[in-house]
């Protein structure tokens, strides 16, 4: 962007002007991709370290440990976990915990 200022005399004259860049669809969607898989990855290896921590934690519980991550994320995460077979859960609903199989 750029920005110049002109001194009239009787007033003054602001001239903002930018140069559009031209982006690559290609490019783009592939550098979202990359960053939905680093923050995946990155969200699943707390979310693992929190059950290590703490088998006993609660969806909620792991939400708010997290802070970046709503209760439906969470579970979102742990259906994928469970999926291919990198957790399970041990027990009932309310006094179960988590025990993961592979890191």
């Known amino acids: 962007m750029k920005f110049e200022f002109h001194n009239l005399g009787h007033g003054f004259l602001s001239e903002f002007s930018y140069t559009k860049q031209r ?36 969806r909620k519980e792991m939400s708010q440990k997290l802070g970046n991550i709503s209760e439906n994320g969470v579970k979102y995460h742990i259906a994928k976990l469970i999926k291919e077979k990198v957790i399970i859960r041990v027990g009932s609903t309310k006094s179960g915990h988590w025990e993961i199989l592979k890191n």
Not at 28 to 48: A, C, W, Y
């Open 23 to 58: 982006t690559n669809t290609k490019t783009t969607q592939e550098t979202t991709q990359e960053t939905t898989q680093e923050t995946t990855q990155e969200t699943v290896s707390r979310l693992l370290k929190l059950i290590n921590e703490n088998p006993k934690l609660n």
